[in-house]
């Protein structure tokens, strides 16, 4: 092959992973943003959504896109769930400190790892794709379904992005996110609104993870990788922006996906955390934020 | 000589007495207990006394681990030597990652360090050719003595442990009381007074840094010079978390809680393992369990309550 269309291989693999990466890194932002503390079991409510995707496709039998839609709903709801039980419990008791925050979600992280062992096994298992057709370009043909995820992935930021801009609970989101005393005194139920956008970042997570399972197979331990991205696409993107992370995201997932195919993929990520580190070193305040210094 | 010191030498001397009582498989234990104890110590240095959480430790004991393990494996170097190359590397590694990540506090430092670390994992797995990546290797028997004495036996093996990990304790002891480690307590309790107060906070951070990667970096080298085994795990962030977990356990900022929460640990594992392999599960609810009912730990909670003398 030339490297004209080895290179559009190259993208569209990479375009692939931008959109779920993208999709993970909003979760990991919208939490960031709004209550100010990182949630290292991110990684883990992804790994979640992939299980349950397919334990959901496995109990619905007939055409497969019956039970990749069934996951669509199920594995969100549940992954939500128990991010708004884990908030209710442990973090709203913290105080929501920052430091308190990641010692309690580290330890989140191994639970959820190890409850997901003990139940579903350290065997990677595949998902059936919901629609199964390639396209075929004159170089090379490409699975159908991988432009999909590119496709369902954008359409579910736009609604992200139109619950926070144009409906009411956008709007105490984004008052909480300013100010959350103030918002507090105009009767908004501060804590109310944490635990949901808790659990809908959680629930974007579970989102990508069942968008990606047809591709890559379910695994307990699926959910490191997508967790240090989704730290670099947020930091460089600039916390709470969500508009900076979705860009960042495919700058990162764009050129992680083409220096996998060229170089060495172990290579890609050295690079990827190194400039997270100096973008961090040199612009501390500018991308995170003086109140979370 | 003051209860506290009487206290440590006290250990110490227990801890030198105990191995002719304990039977042979808690003898072998408390080895790699005291050796993870000291890697414990050194974390408590900059978590405990100076309030920095980093998540990046695992990359001043790698260094100490790999130093001393490559140049056993292809430099033919002698034990003592590889413990001060250990203790260089963990020393050098943890000043240049300071200089560039103490730019930054609070989440935005676990972060970088949590960064900084995964960059040197996967390092050592890219340059897999020589460090055998996840695989690891396993040292010479000839790499592993020290004056005639292999480090293979037992009891050599325990008073080796017993040494490094004496050697941090009390090191930790001296800079709890010194005036340095009362200027890292000023850091932690109220950064921005103390720079007011006309003290070099960036450079007490540093020297803090510096001097807990060496203790990691000795940490690092005992254990691959005493264990015979070198591989990435020992790298990876599960071993950032792990020291983390030891130090709130026992109690942050106090001497010998990172031992205490070391020894408690390894036998909570190791007594629940034998009827469940849910040892991630034990880690995890040890953490949430600890930072929402016991955030001072064992012995910080003791000195609060009941010995305020406790260093």
Same mark, same amino acid.
């Given at each position: 092959?030339?490297?004209?269309?080895?290179?559009?291989?190259?993208?569209?693999?990479?375009a692939?992973?931008?959109?779920?990466?993208a999709?993970?890194?909003?979760?990991?932002s919208l939490?960031f943003?709004?209550?100010?503390?990182v949630?290292v079991?991110?990684?883990?409510f992804?790994?979640?959504?992939?299980?349950l995707?397919?334990?959901v496709t496995?109990?619905?039998?007939?055409?497969?896109?019956?039970?990749?839609?069934?996951?669509?709903?199920?594995?969100p709801?549940?992954?939500?769930?128990?991010?708004?039980?884990?908030?209710?419990?442990?973090?709203?008791?913290?105080?929501?400190?920052?430091e308190?925050?990641?010692v309690?979600?580290?330890?989140?992280?191994?639970?959820?790892?190890?409850?997901?062992?003990?139940?579903?096994?350290?065997?990677?298992?595949?998902?059936?794709?919901?629609?199964?057709?390639?396209i075929?370009?004159?170089?090379?043909g490409?699975?159908?379904?991988?432009?999909?995820?590119?496709?369902?992935?954008?359409?579910?930021?736009?609604?992200?992005?139109?619950?926070?801009?144009?409906?009411?609970a956008?709007?105490?989101?984004?008052?909480?996110?300013?100010?959350?005393?103030?918002?507090?005194?105009?009767?908004?139920?501060?804590?109310?609104?944490?635990?949901?956008?808790?659990?809908?970042?959680?629930?974007?997570?579970?989102?990508?993870?069942v968008?990606?399972?047809?591709?890559?197979q379910?695994?307990?331990?699926?959910?490191?990788?997508?967790?240090?991205?989704?730290?670099?696409?947020?930091?460089?993107?600039?916390?709470?922006?969500?508009?900076?992370?979705?860009?960042?995201a495919?700058?990162?997932?764009?050129?992680?996906?083409?220096?996998?195919?060229?170089?060495?993929?172990?290579?890609?990520?050295i690079l990827?955390?190194?400039?997270v580190?100096f973008?961090?070193?040199?612009?501390?305040?500018?991308?995170?934020?003086?109140?979370?210094a | 000589?003051?209860?506290?010191?009487?206290l440590?030498?006290?250990?110490?001397?227990?801890?030198?007495?105990?191995?002719?009582?304990?039977?042979?498989?808690h003898?072998?234990?408390?080895?790699?207990?005291?050796?993870?104890?000291?890697?414990?110590?050194?974390?408590?240095?900059?978590?405990?006394?100076?309030?920095?959480?980093?998540?990046?430790h695992?990359?001043?004991?790698?260094?100490?681990l790999?130093?001393?393990?490559?140049?056993?494996?292809f430099?033919?170097?002698?034990a003592?030597?590889?413990?001060? =190359? !250990?203790? %260089? $590397?963990? /020393?050098?590694? *943890?000043t240049?990652?300071? &200089?560039? +990540?103490? #730019?930054?506090?609070?989440?935005?430092?676990?972060i970088?360090?949590?960064?900084?670390a995964?960059?040197?994992?996967?390092?050592?797995?890219?340059?897999?050719?020589?460090?055998?990546?996840?695989e690891?290797?396993?040292?010479?028997?000839?790499?592993?003595?020290?004056?005639?004495?292999?480090?293979?036996?037992?009891?050599?093996?325990?008073?080796?442990?017993?040494?490094?990990?004496?050697?941090?304790? =009390? !090191?930790? %002891? $001296?800079? /709890?009381?010194? *005036?340095?480690?009362?200027? &890292?307590? +000023?850091? #932690?309790?109220?950064e921005?007074?103390t720079?007011?107060?006309?003290?070099?906070?960036?450079?007490?951070?540093?020297?803090?840094?510096?001097?807990?990667?060496?203790?990691?970096?000795?940490?690092?080298?005992?254990?691959?010079l005493?264990?015979?085994?070198?591989?990435?795990?020992?790298?990876?962030?599960?071993?950032?978390?792990?020291?983390?977990?030891?130090?709130l356990?026992g109690?942050?900022?106090?001497?010998?809680?990172?031992?205490?929460g070391?020894?408690?640990?390894?036998?909570?594992?190791?007594?629940?393992?034998?009827?469940?392999?849910?040892?991630?599960?034990?880690?995890?609810?040890?953490?949430?369990?600890?930072?929402?009912?016991?955030?001072?730990?064992?012995?910080?909670?003791?000195?609060?309550?009941?010995?305020?003398?406790?260093?």
């Open positions: 092959m030339d490297l004209g269309p080895y290179l559009m291989l190259a993208s569209l693999e990479g692939v992973g931008a959109a779920v990466l999709l993970t890194a909003l979760g990991l939490v943003g709004v209550m100010r503390i949630n079991a991110h990684g883990e992804y790994m979640l959504g992939a299980v995707a397919w334990w496995s109990m619905i039998g007939g055409h497969p896109a019956l039970g990749f839609v069934a996951a669509m709903v199920v594995a709801l549940v992954v939500g769930l128990i991010a708004a039980a884990a908030e209710r419990l442990v973090l709203r008791r913290l105080n929501y400190d920052p308190a925050t990641i309690a979600t580290i330890g989140l992280l191994y639970v959820i790892q190890q409850l997901a062992l003990s139940t579903y096994g350290a065997d990677a298992r595949p998902v059936p794709a919901p629609i199964d057709f390639r075929q370009f004159p170089w090379f490409y699975s159908g379904y991988k432009l999909c995820v590119i496709v369902a992935s954008a359409a579910l930021m736009l609604g992200v992005w139109l619950v926070l801009t144009r409906t009411r956008g709007l105490m989101m984004r008052a909480t996110q300013y100010d959350p005393e103030t918002a507090r005194a105009f009767a908004i139920p501060v804590g109310r609104v944490y635990a949901g956008v808790f659990a809908a970042g959680a629930m974007l997570a579970a989102l990508g993870a968008l990606i399972v047809p591709i890559q379910a695994h307990y331990l699926m959910g490191h990788d997508p967790l240090l991205l989704s730290f670099i696409v947020v930091i460089i993107g600039g916390l709470g922006s969500l508009r900076g992370t979705v860009l960042a495919v700058i990162i997932g764009m050129s992680d996906g083409i220096i996998s195919v060229f170089f060495s993929p172990t290579l890609a990520k990827a955390t190194l400039l580190a973008v961090l070193v040199w612009r501390p305040t500018g991308l995170f934020g003086a109140r979370a | 000589m003051s209860r506290a010191v009487g440590h030498l006290g250990l110490l001397a227990a801890l030198a007495a105990a191995q002719f009582l304990l039977p042979d498989y003898h072998g234990n408390l080895a790699r207990i005291m050796v993870l104890a000291a890697f414990a110590s050194a974390y408590n240095i900059t978590f405990g006394y100076a309030g920095m959480l980093s998540l990046g695992a990359m001043f004991f790698g260094a100490g790999y130093a001393a393990g490559l140049a056993a494996e430099g033919g170097t002698a003592p030597l590889g413990l001060v =190359l !250990g203790v %260089l $590397a963990g /020393a050098i590694v *943890a240049v990652v300071g &200089l560039l +990540a103490l #730019r930054t506090t609070g989440v935005s430092f676990m970088v360090t949590l960064m900084f995964q960059a040197g994992f996967l390092t050592v797995l890219y340059f897999g050719e020589f460090t055998r990546g996840d690891g290797f396993v040292l010479a028997p000839a790499a592993r003595t020290v004056l005639g004495l292999s480090l293979a036996d037992p009891a050599t093996r325990y008073w080796a442990a017993l040494c490094v990990f004496g050697a941090v304790m =009390l !090191g930790s %002891l $001296a800079l /709890a009381r010194s *005036a340095f480690g009362r200027v &890292l307590a +000023a850091i #932690r309790e109220n921005e007074r720079r007011m107060l006309g003290y070099d906070v960036f450079r007490a951070k540093l020297m803090a840094l510096a001097v807990s990667g060496a203790m990691a970096g000795a940490a690092g080298a005992a254990y691959a005493l264990f015979g085994y070198v591989g990435a795990t020992f790298a990876s962030i599960q071993y950032s978390i792990l020291p983390l977990l030891w130090v356990m109690g942050a900022a106090t001497v010998l809680g990172p031992f205490l070391t020894l408690l640990m390894f036998y909570l594992i190791d007594i629940s393992s034998s009827f469940t392999t849910a040892h991630m599960m034990i880690v995890g609810f040890a953490l949430i369990g600890l930072i929402l009912f016991f955030p001072k730990g064992i012995l910080g909670t003791l000195r609060e309550r009941a010995a305020p003398w406790l260093p």
